[in-house]
């Protein structure tokens, strides 16, 4: 669990009104959901809103293992007393900030029961342990995100649940800006980013291939920051997008040839 409260203003480039939804929903204490495949940008689009409206943020990055408890809190020794000790959702109820719960399928589904009250008109939250029941302040506002892609039968949202929240499908950026993101976040000048983001074009339009998704802008990130830093394309690119697309031999030979096909 991380929580973020730095006035530094993450960047972000808006590719339609998602920035108008989001402070419209909270205006109006509504929840939101955001959809879209792994690395394209929608942990980072939360951090720039709550950068941008002053808010604190603790984002949770939900497992299997994730309980309610994880999120409400639990008792816990200190110094010989037992004391209680607010989860992360408990705080951002009580301070009026977001609480981002990434890729909220993964979390146990009684998590999914703790969330239904705070996505209602109720907006409460009952903590049993200790008898509170907290209503939520205006300022208070639920996103949670995950990736329709990889739901299968035993880990999806319900409609029942996906059905309180306002929703936002994110995809990867048009070339042009995802350039503009990769160059901003990187410090590698446009020109040389341009045939990573032509590369990552390709990858996602292969089909036969053994891969699971195609690369993300969170990759060709990390592979422009080596190049950046005065690595070797080559180098880069197996390292950054070869290596974590796939461990089958074949596969990655064929995204060797198709960088050949790119760099020339």
């Given at each position: 669990?991380?929580?973020?409260?730095?006035?530094?203003?993450?960047?972000?480039?808006?590719?339609?009104?998602?920035?108008?939804?989001?402070?419209?929903?909270?205006?109006?204490?509504?929840?939101?959901?955001?959809?879209?495949?792994?690395?394209?940008?929608?942990?980072?689009?939360?951090?720039?809103?709550?950068?941008?409206?002053?808010?604190?943020?603790y984002?949770?990055?939900?497992?299997?293992?994730?309980?309610?408890?994880?999120?409400?809190?639990?008792?816990?020794?200190?110094?010989?007393?037992?004391?209680?000790?607010?989860g992360?959702?408990?705080?951002?109820?009580?301070?009026?900030?977001?609480?981002?719960?990434?890729?909220?399928?993964?979390?146990?589904?009684?998590?999914?029961?703790?969330?239904?009250?705070?996505?209602?008109?109720?907006?409460?939250?009952?903590?049993?342990?200790?008898?509170?029941?907290?209503?939520?302040?205006?300022?208070?506002?639920?996103?949670?995100?995950?990736?329709?892609?990889?739901?299968?039968?035993?880990?999806?949202?319900?409609?029942?649940?996906?059905?309180?929240f306002?929703?936002?499908?994110?995809?990867?950026?048009?070339?042009?800006?995802?350039?503009?993101?990769?160059?901003?976040?990187?410090?590698?000048?446009?020109?040389?980013?341009?045939?990573?983001?032509?590369?990552?074009?390709?990858?996602?339009?292969?089909?036969?291939?053994?891969?699971?998704?195609?690369?993300?802008?969170?990759?060709?990130?990390?592979?422009?920051?080596?190049?950046?830093?005065?690595m070797?394309?080559?180098?880069?690119?197996e390292?950054?997008?070869?290596?974590?697309?796939?461990?089958?031999?074949?596969?990655?030979?064929?995204?060797?040839?198709?960088?050949?096909t790119?760099?020339?």
């Open positions: 669990m991380n929580i973020a409260t730095t006035p530094k203003l993450p960047f972000y480039k808006a590719t339609g009104r998602e920035c108008e939804l989001f402070e419209t929903a909270d205006d109006n204490g509504l929840p939101l959901l955001l959809k879209g495949p792994t690395g394209c940008g929608k942990t980072r689009f939360v951090e720039h809103m709550a950068a941008r409206m002053g808010k604190p943020l984002t949770v990055a939900c497992h299997d293992d994730l309980s309610a408890a994880d999120l409400i809190g639990r008792y816990l020794l200190k110094g010989g007393e037992t004391v209680w000790v607010d992360p959702l408990t705080r951002a109820v009580r301070t009026g900030g977001i609480c981002y719960l990434d890729e909220v399928v993964e979390a146990r589904k009684d998590v999914t029961v703790v969330l239904h009250p705070l996505t209602d008109t109720r907006r409460t939250l009952m903590i049993d342990r200790t008898g509170e029941e907290l209503v939520a302040p205006k300022g208070f506002m639920l996103v949670a995100s995950y990736n329709p892609g990889y739901q299968n039968v035993l880990k999806r949202l319900k409609p029942s649940t996906r059905q309180r306002l929703s936002i499908s994110f995809d990867f950026p048009l070339p042009e800006t995802e350039i503009a993101v990769v160059a901003s976040e990187s410090g590698l000048e446009p020109g040389r980013v341009a045939p990573l983001v032509r590369l990552a074009g390709h990858i996602r339009r292969l089909s036969g291939m053994d891969l699971e998704e195609g690369v993300s802008t969170r990759l060709l990130i990390y592979a422009a920051t080596l190049m950046a830093s005065g070797g394309v080559d180098q880069a690119l390292a950054a997008v070869i290596e974590p697309l796939s461990d089958e031999p074949d596969t990655q030979q064929a995204l060797r040839d198709l960088v050949s790119i760099y020339g």
